[in-house]
């Protein structure tokens, strides 16, 4: 370091500078984690804007998240002042290929206006195809062939390029055509999905050399941070990009890769000397972020993997305390506890923004959602709805809300054909026209219709089994545990059914929130006392510049610190999640360790990690085991505590057997069915929100009324056309139609012709 060092050198250790001096050639900066990677790579973009090496425009830049680039931006805005001001190609894997594929998205095909689908689109369009190809689609959801062509997707692979053998897996080997039949029909819409960003552009640099080299002229230098985590395609692209110039820096964490779920390949960290030879490597072995005791505890957790590329870490922060390791008696305790001392932390003049709840899976965040709203804690759900806002649990509420309340319209709107049971637009609509025009309620209005021929006897059918779901749940509702009643109108609904059968990550964690759901409403006395609770919860949003603490999953904590974090649930089936030990294979296990990892080193002052003795599943409590991972923290760097006697050190006795790490593994059997129990780390799933609106455009044919309508009268309904009043009974009339023949209809719905 020399005086005379612009400021973003100031300040880096040696290895650092050697990242950001390097500016030619391959580098590849291996180091674990708060070593300062990512405040290298901003270094290195700012010292090349700096140097006039490349514009800001000749550089690309990735980064995990939209997040990350935004803060990229700034901190190289403040290093160096404006001239950054224009960054078009720093932000994510997506945003950087969406860009690329709108300049040249005639060469696939598309027109640069396409759309990028949702998941929901996405869905609606197989179920079509898989409909068309006749293939039973409960059998074979379309879900499963979504996770499919997305798999093919992050290898790189158009539906070409997948092999015979790779498409088994799905209704016996039909799912190459139904991917070529997808892509094409994408392109007959102009859209695309997520998956397809990378491929389609993969596909431009792969067969226009002109394209290509335009790119491979105009990054002069590109970076990539979190590369642990890149797919397959992703790396294609990224070796494309930088064949001729090769000045590619690219920095990462073996063990911090935790996204293989989503086709993460750690592989490419070695590829990358073979790929790149004579890359430098730089390795960082400071950390800067975390205290002995916390980095001596991620440490011992994660040497107990094998594979690793290994690394040696070492920090001059001042020792500070131990990893806490809370044994509490059950999840509200847990709630509780973390409740006090985020409270102690703010009166000891500690900032909330600085402190961090990180789980395991989303439906984790309830309880302490639940608790923090009853004691005044303001939080934020970073990277997910807040629980009571996601639409699974809104569907359920609906439900529960129309038990309770058979007036609430927009509850009825909500879930009148959820799970779908062949009640359209054109019937739903139906019954607002007769709800408005009687000033009825429309599950009243729907109870009022059916024995007409206003519908067609497959909507009747169907709403008659609704409504009679409806009246037989609010005669229960006053007999059964309302926890216990809410189950059953899940069941009989066919909502869990549905969610049953997709099958997929996304609705395992659906089923786990509304499981949650279920342990919430035990903790009421009655269904109106949770709903009222509810409402409050719902109208709770903090304000916009209040700080607040955070609450996300571990993944989407990724790259982030905080003073304070707190580790909740670290049991048996939790985490590591029962799906990585009913799938029970070494790396399903190896990846949940990665994930202990980075929760703990997310950490910089305190660590706090906790486990309950006891969960209520499904109204019954069931005791649970600390999890492995807290058997492997080093008891050097970890205090215990527990609220129980004698209960916290048993793990200890537990997880003794190190060597066979299968040898005492709990397989769930007490925790109720396996998929209760799959977990879920998808923060990332795009999850539409619903908006329930009044409908206001339709306009009643006139009612009538039972004065002005009497025998005989000649009138005009919209559906059956011309007829005459044969019978009269209170608000239903029969009519002799003119082709249509006898029918039973609303007054409502008719006019004097
Ligand atoms: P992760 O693996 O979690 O992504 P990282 O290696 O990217 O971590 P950074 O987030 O860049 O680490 O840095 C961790 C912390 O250390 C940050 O607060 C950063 O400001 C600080 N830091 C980085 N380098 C230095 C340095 N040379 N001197 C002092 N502090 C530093
Ligand atoms: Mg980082």
Same mark, same amino acid.
């Given at each position: 370091?020399?005086?005379?060092?612009?400021?973003?050198?100031?300040?880096?250790?040696?290895?650092?500078?050697?990242?950001?001096?390097?500016?030619?050639?391959?580098?590849?900066?291996?180091?674990?984690?708060?070593?300062?990677?990512?405040?290298?790579?901003?270094?290195?973009?700012?010292?090349?804007?700096?140097?006039?090496?490349?514009?800001?425009?000749?550089?690309?830049?990735?980064?995990?998240?939209?997040?990350?680039?935004?803060?990229?931006?700034?901190?190289?805005?403040?290093?160096?002042?404006?001239?950054?001001?224009?960054?078009?190609?720093?932000?994510?894997?997506?945003?950087?290929?969406?860009?690329?594929?709108?300049?040249?998205?005639?060469?696939?095909?598309?027109?640069?206006?396409?759309?990028?689908?949702?998941?929901?689109?996405?869905?609606?369009?197989?179920?079509?195809?898989?409909?068309?190809?006749?293939?039973?689609?409960?059998?074979?959801?379309?879900?499963?062939?979504?996770?499919?062509?997305?798999?093919?997707?992050?290898?790189?692979?158009?539906?070409?390029?997948?092999?015979?053998?790779?498409?088994?897996?799905?209704?016996?080997?039909?799912?190459?055509?139904?991917?070529?039949?997808?892509?094409?029909?994408?392109?007959?819409?102009?859209?695309?999905?997520?998956?397809?960003?990378?491929?389609?552009?993969?596909?431009?640099?792969?067969?226009?050399?002109?394209?290509?080299?335009?790119?491979?002229?105009?990054?002069?230098?590109?970076?990539?941070?979190?590369?642990?985590?890149?797919?397959?395609?992703?790396?294609?692209?990224?070796?494309?990009?930088?064949?001729?110039?090769?000045?590619?820096?690219?920095?990462?964490?073996?063990?911090?890769?935790?996204?293989?779920?989503?086709?993460?390949?750690?592989?490419?960290?070695?590829?990358?000397?073979?790929?790149?030879?004579?890359?430098?490597?730089?390795?960082?072995?400071?950390?800067?972020?975390?205290?002995?005791?916390?980095?001596?505890?991620?440490?011992?957790?994660?040497?107990?993997?094998?594979?690793?590329?290994?690394?040696?870490?070492?920090?001059?922060?001042?020792?500070?305390?131990?990893?806490?390791?809370?044994?509490?008696?059950?999840?509200?305790?847990?709630?509780?506890?973390?409740?006090?001392?985020?409270?102690?932390?703010?009166?000891?003049?500690?900032?909330?923004?600085?402190?961090?709840?990180?789980?395991?899976?989303?439906?984790?965040?309830?309880?302490?959602?639940?608790?923090?709203?009853?004691?005044?804690?303001?939080?934020?759900?970073?990277?997910?709805?807040?629980?009571?806002?996601?639409?699974?649990?809104?569907?359920?509420?609906?439900?529960?809300?129309?038990?309770?309340?058979?007036?609430?319209?927009?509850?009825?709107?909500?879930?009148?054909?959820?799970?779908?049971?062949?009640?359209?637009?054109?019937?739903?609509?139906?019954?607002?026209?007769?709800?408005?025009?009687?000033?009825?309620?429309?599950?009243?209005?729907?109870?009022?219709?059916?024995?007409?021929?206003?519908?067609?006897?497959?909507?009747?059918?169907?709403?008659?089994?609704?409504?009679?779901?409806?009246?037989?749940?609010?005669?229960?509702?006053?007999?059964?545990?309302?926890?216990?009643?809410?189950?059953?109108?899940?069941?009989?609904?066919?909502?869990?059914?549905?969610?049953?059968?997709?099958?997929?990550?996304?609705?395992?964690?659906?089923?786990?929130?509304?499981?949650?759901?279920?342990?919430?409403?035990?903790?009421?006395?009655?269904?109106?006392?949770?709903?009222?609770?509810?409402?409050?919860?719902?109208?709770?949003?903090?304000?916009?510049?209040?700080?607040?603490?955070?609450?996300?999953?571990?993944?989407?904590?990724?790259?982030?610190?905080?003073?304070?974090?707190?580790?909740?649930?670290?049991?048996?089936?939790?985490?590591?999640?029962?799906?990585?030990?009913?799938?029970? @294979?070494?790396?399903?296990?190896? /990846?949940?360790?990665? %994930?202990?990892?980075?929760?703990? +080193?997310?950490? *910089? &002052? $305190?660590?706090?990690?906790?486990?309950?003795?006891?969960?209520?599943?499904?109204?019954?409590?069931?005791?649970?085991?600390?999890?492995?991972?807290?058997?492997?923290?080093?008891?050097?760097?970890?205090?215990?505590?527990?609220?129980?006697?004698?209960?916290?050190?048993?793990?200890?006795?537990?997880?003794?057997?190190?060597?066979?790490?299968?040898?005492?593994?709990?397989?769930?059997?007490?925790?109720?069915?396996?998929?209760?129990?799959?977990?879920?780390?998808?923060?990332?799933?795009?999850?539409?929100?619903?908006?329930?609106?009044?409908?206001?455009?339709?306009?009643?044919?006139?009612?009538?009324?039972?004065?002005?309508?009497?025998?005989?009268?000649?009138?005009?309904?919209?559906?059956?056309?011309? @007829?005459?009043?044969?019978?009269? /009974?209170?608000?239903? %009339?029969?009519?002799?139609?003119? +082709?249509?023949? *006898? &029918? $039973?209809?609303?007054?409502?719905?008719?006019?004097?012709?």
């Amino acid at each position: 370091p020399s005086p005379n060092d612009p400021p973003y050198l100031k300040g880096l250790n040696e290895p650092q500078r050697q990242a950001v001096l390097t500016t030619e050639g391959p580098v590849l900066v291996l180091a674990g984690a708060g070593t300062g990677k990512t405040a290298a790579l901003t270094a290195r973009l700012a010292h090349l804007v700096a140097t006039q090496r490349a514009w800001p425009s000749e550089i690309l830049a990735v980064t995990f998240t939209n997040k990350a680039a935004r803060e990229m931006r700034e901190r190289v805005g403040r290093m160096i002042g404006p001239a950054v001001e224009g960054m078009p190609w720093l932000g994510t894997f997506h945003a950087i290929a969406a860009k690329m594929l709108r300049r040249h998205a005639e060469l696939v095909g598309l027109q640069s206006n396409f759309t990028i689908l949702d998941t929901d689109d996405q869905l609606r369009l197989m179920k079509q195809l898989i409909q068309a190809e006749g293939i039973d689609e409960k059998r074979w959801p379309a879900r499963q062939l979504a996770g499919l062509i997305d798999q093919w997707k992050n290898k790189g692979l158009t539906p070409e390029e997948v092999g015979a053998g790779e498409a088994e897996g799905y209704a016996h080997g039909k799912g190459q055509k139904l991917y070529a039949a997808y892509q094409t029909r994408l392109r007959e819409v102009n859209a695309c999905d997520f998956g397809d960003l990378l491929l389609h552009v993969l596909t431009i640099l792969k067969r226009h050399r002109d394209v290509l080299e335009q790119y491979q002229q105009r990054f002069k230098y590109i970076m990539v941070d979190e590369y642990q985590d890149t797919n397959s395609s992703q790396y294609l692209w990224l070796r494309l990009l930088a064949q001729t110039r090769k000045n590619i820096c690219c920095v990462g964490d073996d063990d911090q890769s935790i996204y293989s779920w989503r086709g993460a390949e750690v592989a490419n960290i070695l590829r990358f000397e073979k790929d790149f030879p004579g890359a430098v490597i730089v390795r960082l072995e400071q950390n800067y972020r975390s205290t002995p005791h916390i980095l001596g505890a991620a440490s011992g957790v994660i040497a107990e993997n094998g594979n690793r590329l290994g690394k040696t870490l070492w920090t001059d922060i001042d020792v500070g305390e131990k990893v806490r390791v809370l044994g509490v008696w059950d999840g509200p305790e847990e709630a509780r506890r973390v409740g006090d001392e985020i409270e102690a932390i703010a009166r000891a003049g500690g900032s909330l923004d600085e402190v961090a709840i990180l789980v395991r899976a989303q439906h984790q965040t309830r309880e302490f959602e639940d608790r923090f709203i009853q004691i005044g804690l303001p939080y934020r759900i970073v990277g997910g709805f807040r629980f009571y806002e996601r639409a699974e649990i809104r569907d359920a509420l609906a439900y529960l809300r129309l038990v309770n309340q058979p007036a609430d319209d927009l509850a009825f709107e909500r879930i009148v054909n959820v799970p779908k049971r062949g009640l359209g637009d054109k019937a739903v609509e139906k019954l607002h026209r007769l709800a408005r025009a009687e000033g009825i309620p429309l599950a009243l209005a729907a109870a009022r219709i059916l024995d007409t021929d206003e519908l067609t006897p497959q909507a009747r059918r169907a709403l008659g089994a609704f409504i009679g779901d409806l009246a037989r749940w609010r005669d229960r509702a006053g007999q059964l545990p309302h926890a216990e009643l809410a189950r059953q109108i899940l069941d009989e609904s066919g909502y869990t059914a549905t969610l049953q059968a997709e099958r997929s990550t996304e609705s395992a964690g659906r089923l786990e929130n509304l499981s949650e759901l279920a342990r919430a409403m035990e903790e009421y006395e009655t269904l109106g006392a949770f709903l009222e609770h509810v409402s409050l919860v719902m109208d709770n949003e903090a304000q916009q510049d209040e700080r607040k603490l955070t609450i996300m999953t571990i993944h989407a904590a990724k790259g982030l610190e905080f003073d304070n974090v707190f580790l909740a649930g670290w049991e048996e089936g939790i985490f590591p999640s029962q799906r990585a030990l009913d799938e029970g @294979g070494l790396n399903s296990l190896e /990846e949940e360790r990665r %994930l202990a990892y980075v929760a703990i +080193t997310r950490a *910089r &002052k $305190r660590c706090t990690i906790l486990h309950a003795a006891n969960r209520r599943i499904y109204g019954q409590w069931t005791s649970s085991i600390p999890s492995r991972f807290v058997g492997e923290l080093p008891p050097e760097h970890v205090d215990e505590e527990s609220s129980m006697s004698g209960g916290a050190s048993l793990w200890r006795a537990n997880w003794s057997e190190r060597d066979d790490p299968f040898a005492n593994v709990a397989r769930g059997s007490s925790r109720g069915p396996g998929w209760q129990r799959a977990q879920t780390g998808g923060q990332f799933s795009r999850e539409p929100v619903r908006v329930v609106e009044a409908r206001t455009s339709a306009v009643s044919l006139g009612n009538k009324g039972r004065d002005d309508v009497s025998l005989g009268q000649r009138v005009f309904h919209q559906k059956f056309g011309y @007829g005459t009043i044969a019978a009269i /009974e209170g608000n239903k %009339l029969e009519i002799d139609f003119e +082709t249509a023949g *006898r &029918k $039973r209809v609303m007054d409502s719905f008719v006019t004097l012709a």
